[in-house]
């Protein structure tokens, strides 16, 4: 992970390889809700802990909103959010998607760390703006000592969405920034390929927040694409989940 981190602040992005799950959900699925055999996910999420260094990765039940929890090491598995904040030790904050973006963010001093999960609808609801301000908050900083990292999510080309995902952003924000992240797709009428990276990186700037890094919108970010690194329900409907983590050490 190519991310300047403040000291004491670790963090990590798994992908498909490695692990035990058994096709369609091979290699290192850490979804409990995909149908893969239990045990083999409960195996994956233990080699998880283990390269944490012993950090307990907490995974939330995510429901495309923007409620968000504080953890703390007795929040147990499956908390409903798809956010989270802790200021604890060796308590990771954990978001698992499979074309969604995942977003980490701690601030300067690594005083707390946060993540969220960002599909369209949570994105138009405000999760980066409910999380921004979450650790504003509790680190006591203006938005300008936030640091960001975006990880892999389905990519600019693939994303087809129809007017109702425009309309949800152009509500909110100048068409001239929402349009710089549409594209008017080149086969199908009222369709559109959606640019979800570029649309957090919109919202993220307009927090005033500047300090983003990874997911730039290359193809090398995109799930549907790198089918040997990375799950993608677009792309094959029954998959595993990837997981980003952040914690204290």
Avoid at 4 to 32: E, I, K, Y
Avoid at 193 to 214: K, P, Q
Wanted: charged share 15%.
């Amino acid at each position: 992970m190519n991310w300047t981190l403040p000291a004491g602040v670790h963090a990590v992005c798994t992908t498909r390889v490695g692990g035990v799950s058994q096709a369609p959900f091979d290699g290192f699925n850490l979804g409990d809700h995909v149908q893969d055999d239990p045990h083999a996910v409960a195996q994956n999420r233990a080699l998880l802990q283990a390269q944490l260094g012993g950090a307990r990765p907490v995974f939330l039940n995510q429901v495309h909103g923007i409620e968000l929890a504080h953890l703390n090491a007795a929040t147990p598995d499956g908390t409903q959010a798809d956010a989270c904040l802790t200021q604890e030790p060796r308590v990771a904050c954990t978001i698992m998607v499979a074309d969604c973006l995942p977003l980490l963010f701690t601030d300067a001093a690594g005083q707390v760390v946060a993540a969220a999960h960002a599909g369209w609808r949570g994105l138009a609801a405000g999760v980066i703006e409910q999380t921004a301000r979450a650790v504003c908050e509790a680190a006591g900083v203006a938005p300008a000592q936030v640091r960001v990292w975006l990880g892999p999510c389905i990519g600019p080309d693939m994303f087809e969405v129809g007017d109702d995902v425009r309309l949800a952003f152009t509500a909110q924000a100048s068409a001239f920034e929402v349009e710089r992240n549409f594209k008017p797709h080149p086969m199908h009428a009222k369709k559109w390929l959606a640019d979800l990276a570029g649309l957090a990186r919109m919202r993220l700037h307009a927090l005033d927040i500047t300090s983003v890094s990874g997911n730039d919108s290359t193809p090398e970010w995109c799930t549907v694409t790198q089918r040997s690194r990375l799950f993608s329900y677009r792309r094959d409907g029954v998959t595993g989940r990837f997981a980003v983590c952040i914690w204290r050490s």
